[in-house]
Nanobody
């Protein structure tokens, strides 16, 4: 069982920045893909960004150019830097860890609210 603890959310004005953190309970080297997803009220959970064990990143079109996902393999932490935030970025952000053998695990979510 992989434990994920997300943090860093909060209230920010449009145009501002936030850095979300996801602390992982084991070595990130054991996990194939780490990702951030978000769910806005009344909407389905959607992918924001992923990073794989080869440090290849993938971003949703809605955040491309404004978001950067990175990992610190010493601290076993994955980050999501979000810049130029928009009100439509308001959502609960969830950290995810996935491997083909063990499947996927979710963090508890951290609220991001962007005011206009």
């Amino acid at each position: 069982q992989v434990q994920l603890v997300g943090s860093g959310g909060g209230l920010v004005q449009a145009g501002g920045s936030l850095r979300l953190s996801c602390a992982v309970s084991e070595s990130i080297f054991k996990i194939n893909v780490m990702g951030w997803y978000r769910q806005a009220p009344g909407k389905q959970r959607e992918l924001v960004a992923t990073i794989n064990s080869g440090n290849i990143t993938l971003y949703a079109n809605s955040v491309k150019g404004r978001a950067t996902i990175s990992s610190d393999n010493v601290k076993n932490t994955v980050y999501l830097q979000m810049n130029t935030l928009k009100p439509e970025d308001t959502a609960v952000y969830y950290c995810n860890a996935w491997s083909p053998v063990r499947g996927g695990f979710w963090g508890q979510g951290t609220q991001v609210t962007v005011s206009s």
